[in-house]
């Protein structure tokens, strides 16, 4: 199949080519969709999971973070291979890998067979996670990088959302055998779809023209990067692209660790942890058992989960809309502090026994709409976009591995936390986390809107 690339005229105007970018960037960005499917699917299937295969609270923790170790190994590998092979022939195998999961937990008759089957869709979530925003980055324009790569995020709170749909929609098809039988395989085996639509366009995507650069297939990169910029920037960006590698000396692992680099890395894997350990996944996989246990019934339970994917999704698209016009650093600070002061009145409220009412869900829908307007699109953006050419792909799969591990902590010890520490101090030290993280971005974490990848790269040797 020929690439879209070769397809289009050599000159593109700037809106045609502004075209081309958002629709690469918009095919790309359907590995976030799969993404948030992915982690948010299992929250309807476990219960009649849980009758099916009979499982006690050791396997039910199972049953949700398998996908979650499959991920960080996925991360892990995902920077070494996409560096070696290029971004898009690992992407198209994280696809296909997505697919034999989501096939594979649909159709199994033992448990371990559908625990091997999540691994294996995670390692495919695991490398999109990664690879996808860094895609978008190395293929969008300075100037609209931020909103280009944050579509991955929007992809991935509207697959979250989606699920909800889905989900209901399936468990409400039949009875409870039926449901116990069969819904949970079709909650999984939905994802198959939208499996292959991606893995199906990913044939159309240019290859990344940074990447191409690296391999040393100028010409090629410089055809790609004339459908995204005029001839003259094109031209000028293959020079400063090609001056960036010039400039790199070493191994690329010792590159990683060289001073300027490794101030690179501190930012990105602490903005990964932090993404986490500031309770987001503590809020969207146990959404309906918090709201439970504030005294609500199944039903607007329901509801009441549906709102935070309402939210999370709205925001997203405002953070869309503003992260290269105010910056990185800005949101991140304007959510950091709201989503403090929100958890810091979650964590009242429940000390002092205040949690009925619609006080703590106002607070919550707060909360997730200061992450989605901040560290849920913004970190991956930064992640994307801070480190150098050359190693991009490896320190890349560096931080979001930490991400995928700080996401397995925090969602293992989140239920164990509420008994032992209780929800106030459980809310509390997320609250203290969200201080840190502004704290940590006005002192460390640098700006990077409108600046090209370049750019930045040389700001770190400074
Ligand atoms: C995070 C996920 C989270 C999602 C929620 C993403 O940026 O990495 O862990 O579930 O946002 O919207």
Request: aromatic content about 10%; charged content about 15%; overall charge neutral.
């Amino acid at each position: 199949m020929s690439s879209i690339n070769t397809n289009l005229s050599a000159d593109a105007s700037s809106g045609k080519s502004m075209k081309f970018v958002t629709l690469v960037s918009m095919i790309a960005a359907l590995g976030g969709l799969l993404f948030g499917f992915d982690t948010a699917v299992v929250s309807g299937a476990i219960g009649f999971m849980q009758d099916r295969f009979d499982l006690n609270e050791v396997e039910v923790g199972w049953a949700v973070s398998s996908l979650i170790i499959g991920c960080v190994v996925g991360a892990a590998f995902s920077g070494v291979l996409s560096d070696r092979l290029g971004r898009k022939k690992v992407l198209i195998a994280a696809a296909a890998l997505f697919i034999i999961g989501s096939i594979g937990s649909a159709i199994p008759d033992t448990f371990s067979m559908y625990i091997i089957a999540r691994m294996i869709g995670g390692l495919g979530i695991g490398i999109t996670s990664t690879l996808c925003p860094l895609y978008n980055a190395e293929i969008a324009p300075a100037k609209y990088r931020g909103r280009l790569v944050a579509l991955n995020q929007f992809a991935t709170v509207t697959g979250i959302f989606l699920v909800y749909f889905v989900n209901s929609g399936i468990a409400g098809y039949g009875d409870d055998a039926w449901d116990i039988a069969n819904a949970w395989r079709w909650m999984f085996g939905v994802g198959v779809v939208p499996g292959v639509i991606f893995f199906i366009l990913l044939f159309l995507v240019p290859e990344s023209p940074r990447w191409l650069i690296k391999q040393g297939k100028s010409e090629q990169a410089l055809s790609v990067l004339l459908r995204i910029h005029g001839e003259e920037d094109a031209k000028q960006e293959v020079l400063d692209i090609k001056a960036s590698f010039a400039e790199e000396k070493g191994s690329s692992l010792k590159e990683i660790f060289r001073p300027g680099i490794r101030l690179a890395l501190i930012v990105g894997v602490v903005l990964a942890v932090l993404q986490q350990v500031t309770g987001i996944n503590a809020v969207m996989y146990y959404a309906p058992e918090i709201f439970k246990s504030m005294g609500a019934g199944t039903d607007s339970s329901l509801v009441q989960t549906i709102l935070i994917g309402l939210v999370n999704f709205l925001f997203t698209i405002l953070a869309i809309w503003l992260i290269d016009k105010v910056g990185r650093k800005v949101l991140l600070l304007v959510g950091s502090s709201v989503m403090t002061i929100c958890l810091a009145v979650i964590g009242i409220a429940f000390h002092t026994g205040h949690t009925t009412g619609s006080l703590v869900l106002v607070f919550i829908l707060i909360y997730v709409a200061a992450f989605a307007v901040s560290l849920g699109p913004v970190v991956w953006v930064i992640l994307s976009e801070i480190f150098p050419n050359r190693v991009r792909g490896r320190a890349t799969a560096i931080a979001s591995m930490a991400l995928w591990i700080a996401d397995y902590v925090v969602s293992q010890s989140f239920p164990p936390m509420l008994d032992s520490a209780g929800p106030a101090v459980t809310f509390w030290i997320f609250g203290a986390m969200s201080l840190i993280t502004f704290l940590f971005t006005m002192r460390v974490v640098p700006e990077t809107k409108g600046k090209s990848l370049e750019e930045i790269e040389a700001s770190w040797s400074k």
